[in-house]
């Protein structure tokens, strides 16, 4: 198993994920009498769960990029932990609909979709998080294992991703739209994050390995 | 992130997304005594949107292609002005099923799913834009920045495409049928237009840095 | 647009074309007192269309390879031609659908289902014909024009396909079954054509430009 | 045809079967005066089901790659036994959600459930045992027959997945549970049976080809 069919088999996961959040925004069954813009207006929570959603997969899939860039070798632990992180990412158009279909809901059946919602995030940071370890555990798989303390900034950024959606996770129970407005800002700043990487150098001059700077 | 992983994530995205379209075509309910050929015949608007549709994210991959042929680099604005144009493009056929729900009714609704449709493709037109704008406003992401005339023209060609999807949506409430005839009508555009692009030569030649000719 | 990028768009739409087959099967409604596996017996006409669609799409997909092997360079013409390939092919799961709720019925409904299957097969085949005509006419598009009769052969078999499923066509409004074996038998005999194709030499040895040989 | 073409386009269809699980699980319908969080716990067997079919399909793509490392040439009946593989596979969504619809319904419904999924589960491990025994039956697709108690060590480990598979399906008259949880503990044996295989040499480095020790 080379690291390109890894990344290969991982970004058609992630392109399918990305694009199946269609199909959970349905035409709005329309009442006797209703209008089709009250009722397209209606599902407003389908619009912001297909955002989120697309926001977070989005940066999974820079992530996933920013990671593998710097890995040299694939064992058999990392391609274990990589099918893990993409089971829960691929589960993601699942919580999506249940957010989308609840979130206008009175009482606990929004809270109970945000918990849920959130906790498959969750779910997928530690997933996220475990394969990081894995990679940078030792330079083994590296092309050459980073400074210390880039690690450990790279490290600490995962550990914010998991604190944020625990703390999501937490406060579903206090509000619904406050959760899912926290794991839109976590995509959101990653996305940013992400937007301050320099241009890459002219392609055919590829990044050397000694200077892993998408980890600063 | 480099340029190829880019484009193979965005081939993705379309390929699923121009394919997922079919699945907004659903067996049609056949009542009581009525013929399947006749119901069959009855659902022509998923028929029509289908085909509106398909035409669209083709001529979106198209384009896309012939942009990312003068991509030289990849910068973090164009990683999220990317991903915009996906989420405004994996959105497509939510609207495409709305209309083909919709488009035979009498009155108010097939107005709103025209507007809904075309509003869709304008901001998808305004996502390539500023893509587009953002990939041209210096020659820093492209091989070489073609002659001023040449990026004024094909700046033109997008906002003609994104001032017809306006008119479009404004036509919607005059008569849906003919906005979505409008938009299959910008397709059928681009298509051709680009069917006048002339043949690559051979392969293992490419096309050198400094002969744009497919933005001409 | 180079020719890789056109094959791995087509090969994309393909294989979403042939995956997304499946969700066409559902598992079946079990009325009160029905046994599963009587409820899932009564469904045996999606499981038919579910293997003939297979395997025309698979087919499909290996005779799109076959012909662009051949294929040097791509022009405007083609990628259109390439287009409306693909949205017949894209389609087919429409059709599977129709046949797999209908093939059982008694009466009018098991013939129009049957029709309109063979009827997308069909418009299939002549969109997959005119790019075949288009990309033979000339050398312009070819490492080299094979010898006047393997292209007349080549066509030949095309024009088989074309007649076979007009046959099936017709052949609907007398027996719905019949049609459908009619579609199943020619994917197969394509198939077994293919399979009669000799081994590829060692990979990094390319098939040289002036040895047509999969075509013969 | 070549064994790169080969690869992309089940590793595609491996990607979009193991992604489209996931549409298999609905939002629950919530009975008047039921908890949300109630009625997503009722549908345990879904997420079983889920974990189940995904472990499954991601086991075998990582053993289509192993065994494709080794091939150097493709010919027609490959090809072919191939096509039969990926059907079996992408229609393995279809018994995952009977499955997931009826392992918790009492009596003969989950019975026939488990007997349908493990059944196609034992048709895709013949599938791929054939395809296996025709890449091996000669030294003419490999770069060199690896030594034949190597072969026959990588046979017999086909062999017992179909047995384990034929037990589920014999086992599924007994205990529906247990059949399903011992197709999805010979998922977990084959990741972890590779995740044993040692890390790849720097890339660049390419596996030679006399040294075939992914099937050790």
Redesign the interface.
């Known amino acids: ?5 890894l ?3 991982s ?13 959970e ?3 709005p069954e ?1 009442h006797e009498g209703e ?3 009250h009722a ?1 207006w209606a599902q407003w929570p389908s619009y912001v769960a ?2 989120v959603s ?2 977070t997969i ?1 940066v999974i ?2 992530n996933h ?2 990671v593998f ?1 710097q890995v ?6 990392l ?2 932990l990589n ?1 893990n992180l ?2 829960w990412t ?5 919580p999506t ?2 957010v ?3 979130l206008g ?1 009175p009482g ?2 929004a809270r ?2 945000s918990a ?1 919602y959130s906790g498959v995030l969750l779910l997928m940071g530690l997933a996220f998080g475990a394969l990081f370890a894995w990679v940078t555990h030792t330079d ?2 590296l092309h050459r294992l980073p400074p210390p303390e880039v690690v450990r900034a790279a490290r600490l950024r995962f550990m914010v991703g998991q604190a944020v959606y625990a703390a999501a996770f937490v406060l579903s129970w206090v509000s619904a739209p406050l959760a899912l407005a926290l794991c839109g800002l976590m995509a959101l700043y990653y ?2 994050d ?10 055919g001059g590829q990044q050397p390995p000694d200077e892993p700077s998408s980890w600063k």
């Not at 198993?1 to 069919?5: E, G, P």
């Not at 040299?72 to 632990?77: L, S």
């Not at 992400?194 to 392609?203: C, K, L, M, R, T």
């Open positions: 198993m080379t690291k390109t069919r990344e290969a088999f970004d058609g996961v992630l392109a399918i994920a990305i694009t199946l959040l269609v199909i925004i349905r035409p329309v209008r089709l813009a397209l297909y955002l697309f926001l989005g899939w820079l990029h920013r860039e040299a070798r694939v064992d058999g632990p391609l274990l099918l993409l089971l691929a589960l993601i158009p699942f609909a249940v989308a279909e609840h809901d606990q059946a109970t979709a849920l083994r798989l996305a940013f992400q937007a301050s990487v320099p241009a890459e150098p002219e392609p």
